[in-house]
């Protein structure tokens, strides 16, 4: 069997506490990551963060600089994909923790069960100070319940069929660079912008309820 290799794409900006234990959790998996591929927006505050951390750069673990102008949430992401050679490029946020050390292990195989699969995401899960909306909006949009997705469930879900995260996200690389990657000059959606050109290409995304990570955001509403 064909070895597996995964990259690790991760768009930082302001790197703190959190981003380090990101980088624990993972270096924890079951599924080794083959190389981390940093996005990092502004060098100053990367500069800082090793300064204030004393963080030794592992071989595996190389950082592109880009500036707060030049950023773009489709475009960077992009950028970074294209820097792998790996087989499989896993999207992660820089505040997305691994709830467990089976992440990884289980976007694979959400990804490489079927050969028409293009995309598998995974679940994000609140914490104990996450709020009654952010509660209610991920027990929705992630269920319990695994799931794949396809042309045909176009009818019944209509664009929740599109739906997925770049918080947590697998793409086989070789089916991203054939459908041309994300969409450049973009503030948010890329992953779903994604999801629909494979879609209706022909290929399937998966939802895996296990690929489990602790993401949410405590917003005000007013």
Not at 29 to 46: D, F, G, L, S
Request: hydrophobic fraction near 35%; charged fraction near 25%.
């Amino acid at each position: 069997m064909k070895e597996i290799t995964v990259d690790v794409i991760i768009p930082v900006y302001r790197p703190g506490e959190r981003f380090g234990e990101l980088l624990k959790r993972l270096d924890a998996q079951t599924q080794p990551v083959n190389r981390y591929i940093i996005m990092n927006t502004e060098q100053a505050y990367w500069d800082r963060w090793l300064s204030e951390t004393g963080y030794s750069l592992p071989e595996n673990l190389s950082v592109f600089h880009v500036t707060r102008e030049t950023f773009d949430h489709g475009a960077t992401r992009d950028a970074g994909i294209r820097q792998s050679d790996a087989g499989i490029c896993v999207c992660m946020t820089d505040d997305a923790l691994p709830a467990d050390q089976y992440l990884l292990e289980n976007l694979v195989r959400g990804l490489t069960e079927k050969e028409s699969t293009a995309v598998a995401y995974g679940r994000q899960l609140p914490d104990r100070d996450c709020g009654i909306i952010e509660r209610y909006t991920r027990a929705f949009n992630y269920p319990e319940e695994s799931r794949v997705k396809t042309k045909a469930d176009l009818a019944a879900m209509g664009i929740k069929t599109y739906f997925c995260s770049n918080v947590c996200c697998a793409y086989d690389r070789k089916i991203f660079e054939k459908q041309g990657g994300f969409i450049r000059h973009t503030i948010f959606n890329e992953d779903m912008i994604y999801a629909a050109g494979v879609i209706q290409a022909g290929y399937a995304i998966v939802y895996d309820a296990d690929a489990k990570v602790i993401h949410y955001h405590n917003l005000s509403h007013i």
